[in-house]
T-cell receptor
């Protein structure tokens, strides 16, 4: 199956700093990638749809100025958590679609904000 | 909006069969997917149903009834390694964006020896 990678896998930062997470499709081109957030023991919540060459589409309630998404190429999307606070600590997961039926998920990035 | 319901927990013994149900209410429907997630890991794709009926993939099968807004995941010959969370997810056709997935809260499956 298709492979999606994320970097870093874990990050710890101080409150008020910004953190960038990369999502790459390794063996296919993805015009669309998705970003999810998952709190412990909870479901995956879709945050935004990342479209190559255009602005991301954010789900209701997700602050676009806080979670900056850039999809500069067909294999890379980045999520930047700006001015991070402890409540932003979570597991961030990206996915990319191949065809129309299946999304493949990256391994996730665990963010801890102190 | 989207609403998916699935049981929070299921337990079973090795070798048994387990069925995890999922009911959904969505503004649009393009297909029902199932994902497995182990603690600390990313979701891995298990199966996808766009049409009514049963899809079989090895020990796992998935069923969909669009008229009932209902589906299930059937796990046979359970193994200890099957202990994980299982999520149903609906693809929503709302708007012009295809491929967005909305997840249920997940079912924690525990397999006992």
């Amino acid at each position: 199956g298709a492979v999606v990678s994320q970097h870093p896998s874990r990050v710890i930062c101080k409150s008020g700093t910004s953190v960038k997470i990369e999502c790459r499709s390794l063996d296919f081109q993805a015009t669309t990638m998705f970003w999810y957030r998952q709190f412990p023991k909870q479901s995956l919540m879709l945050m935004a749809t990342s479209n190559e060459g255009s602005k991301a589409t954010y789900e209701q309630g997700v602050e676009k100025d806080k979670f900056l998404i850039n999809h500069a190429s067909l294999t890379l999307s980045t999520l930047t958590v700006t001015s991070a606070h402890p409540e932003d600590s979570s597991f961030y997961i990206c996915s990319a679609g191949q065809g129309t039926d299946t999304q493949y998920f990256g391994p996730g990035t665990r963010l801890t904000v102190l | 909006g989207q609403s998916l319901e699935q049981p929070s927990e299921v337990t079973a013994v090795e070798g048994a069969i387990v069925q995890i149900n999922c009911t959904y209410q969505t503004s649009g429907f393009y297909g029902l997917s199932w994902y497995q997630q182990h603690d600390g890991g990313a979701p891995t794709f298990l199966s996808y149903n766009a049409l009514d009926g049963l899809e079989e993939t090895g020990r796992f099968s998935s069923f969909l009834s669009r008229s009932d807004s209902y589906g299930y995941l059937l796990l046979q010959e359970l193994q200890m390694k099957d202990s994980a969370s299982y999520f149903c997810a609906v693809r929503d056709t709302r708007g012009s964006t295809l491929g967005r997935l909305y997840f249920g809260r997940g079912t924690q499956l525990t397999v006992w020896p």
